[in-house]
């Protein structure tokens, strides 16, 4: 779902070239162009027709990787070693397409950390359109003689400070989205980026660092308004200090 989530923003939003999202994923452009022809934003949960050899040992590499990630470079395997240990096991496949999947798999962790990876500045001044804060507070009214309790949805945009508020019964996912919808709609656009905190309508699992698995809902919805997502640290709840500043007001 990340995959195709990265592919609609680099190409609809950043205007990357599918030639240069091709290089980049280490996947063909005929690829690149049906996914975007297709214009999904939420996973197709089939069995593809022609499926990769290497699928049956994707989760395999990937935690290869994060374990090679974490040791000194001199002691980290190489991709063709790495390959070498996956043919041991019987994968029968290409080094190319291992090679291509640990280049993917390197450049989003790269990116992660360029946008709030740990010991990296976090800017107290934005650009126009560059980011929006999103927070839930609540409170409560009385309604038709029924003192009732509100979830109050904050979005504020973290360049001119315009802010709007809306309040719910839940903190659901229908109640998520119709926030959402609602703040772009009023605030007339959507920002490149979103800070939020780890809510569990958002995450599913925090992991180390900035690792985080995200709920599929959610990222259909990022996919959609083709912003990406930006998970503030444990107990770092001043990485959104202005929508938190709002929460405190109301």
Known sequence: MAFLSIIRRWHKREHVPIREISRRLGVSRNTIRKYLRSDLVEPRFQVPDRPSKL???AEKLAAWLRREASRPRKQRRTVKQLYGDLVSLGYDGSYNRVSAFA????EECQ???QTA???TFVPLAFAPGEAFQFDWS???????????KLQVAHTKLSYSRAFIIRAYLLQTHEMLFDAHTHAFRALGGVPRRGIYDNMSTAVDKVGRGKERSVNLRFQAMTS???FEPDFCNRAAGWEKGQVEKNVQDA
Request: charged residues 30%; without cysteine; hydrophobic residues 35%.
């Open 103 to 106: 280049r993917a798999w390197k």
């Open 224 to 226: 959609h308004y083709l």
């Open 138 to 148: 609540e409170d409560f009214a009385v309604i038709g003689g029924v003192r009732l």
């Open 111 to 113: 990116r992660l950390q």
């Open 55 to 57: 699928d049956p040992y």
């Open 117 to 119: 990876g740990r010991g």
